[in-house]
């Protein structure tokens, strides 16, 4: 690590890009805050133009306390916002924080120490998510099981690893610099597409259970949806933009709903026979919310299997309905990967 005085860690600089983050942000900052990190640490929120009183907040926090500061973010991107928080920040190592997700306590110290034992140029841990309610348990139930996410390290967790991306992650500034930040054209999938270039030129990049984030689910099924159609839209932009990236996993979602669609078609023209692929989608996600709701009250139990269909089928009709003319267009703006000096020696 650079730029650390002696016997100090190195200093922190934490980004976090926010659009419409009114019941989450306060909780997100305070947890950035109460790290107890031993270095110095700043906080840089971008600020998309939100309709709510998300800006109102992040004023607040910054009179409150002098390491928060705030850039604004015009277009309302993820990318975009976090690449104003890159430039605007200052420090050696950017932790990179969602306005609708908090640090488990020692969660800056124990990423620090990972990318010094490993020399990764990007660590990252498990999405936890979390709920308030019955239907935000029901959801997070099913983002962390595997009949919902699949095998998904940063999901359901596992041992530590190289793996080709992470969620959120904490990087080291050079490599963020090298590379020249995040491509803007990914509204999704922005953290894969860094990673990869990481990856190209040598970078490992680290997933370890030890880092923890806690993760709010979306509020309805309308923007649960409407989540993960756009994830599924923009997996098949990635998959177009990277040849082989594909796996099983990721066609799951899109084959499922192919054969459901089928076999109502089939079951309503031809022969109930056809009903048996729907039915037996149902009874297997029923099945696995059984698990998936262990400890959970009856009321988000029953949510489980709504949550799981949602986030299958919007999945898999994003994936299939992704535009080829889009991926076109991102393709056209690939960065070329980009080595550092130490690299090219």
């Known amino acids: 690590m650079n730029a650390k005085s002696e016997g100090q860690p190195p200093a922190v600089s934490v980004i976090m890009p926010v659009l419409n ?18 270095g110095e640490m700043e906080v840089v929120v971008a600020l998309g133009p939100s309709t709510d009183r998300t800006d109102e907040i992040a004023a607040e926090l910054v009179r409150e306390d002098p390491r928060v500061h705030t850039v604004p973010n015009p277009t309302g991107r993820t990318p975009a916002a976090l690449n104003a928080a890159i430039k605007a920040s200052r420090h050696p190592i950017v932790v990179r924080v969602d ?11 124990t990423a620090v120490r990972l990318l ?15 709920g308030q309610n019955d239907w935000e348990h029901a959801v997070a ?8 996410v699949g095998n998904a390290a ?24 090298q590379q ?16 990869f270039r990481i990856r190209e030129v040598g970078g490992m990049i680290w997933f370890s259970p030890e ?13 649960l949806a409407k989540q993960y159609k756009d994830y599924g839209r923009w997996r098949h932009v990635v998959a177009r933009y990277h040849e082989g990236s594909i796996n099983l996993r990721y066609l799951a979602p899109p084959t499922a709903v192919c054969a459901i669609a089928a076999g109502v078609v089939v079951g309503a023209a031809l022969t109930p026979w056809g009903f048996v692929i729907p039915g037996g989608y149902v009874a297997a996600i029923a099945a696995g919310s059984v698990p998936a709701g262990k400890g959970l009250p009856l009321k988000a139990r029953l949510r489980i299997p709504v949550a799981l269909a949602t986030m299958h089928m919007s999945w ?18 690939r960065r070329p990967a980009v080595l550092g000096e130490t690299q090219r020696v």
Not at 180 to 195: H, K, M, S
């Open 21 to 38: 983050e009114e019941r989450h942000l306060r909780e997100a900052v305070h947890a950035i805050l109460r790290q107890e990190y031993a």
């Open 99 to 109: 306005g609708h997700a908090a640090l488990s306590p020692g969660y800056i110290t």
């Open 116 to 130: 010094e034992e490993t020399g990764a140029m990007n660590v990252g841990g498990i999405m936890h998510a979390e």
């Open 141 to 148: 139930a099913a983002m962390t099981s595997k009949i919902g």
């Open 154 to 177: 940063f999901h359901t967790g596992g041992d530590a690893q190289q793996a080709e991306t992470v969620y959120l992650g904490v990087f080291r500034r050079e490599a963020l610099e």
């Open 180 to 195: 020249g930040g995040y491509n803007e054209e990914f509204i999704r999938a922005q953290d894969w597409e860094l990673n």
């Open 211 to 223: 880092l923890k984030v806690s993760y709010r689910p979306r509020p309805s099924v309308r923007a």
């Open 316 to 333: 898999g009709w994003g994936f299939l309905t992704s535009p080829r003319s889009l991926a076109e267009r991102v393709i056209a703006s």
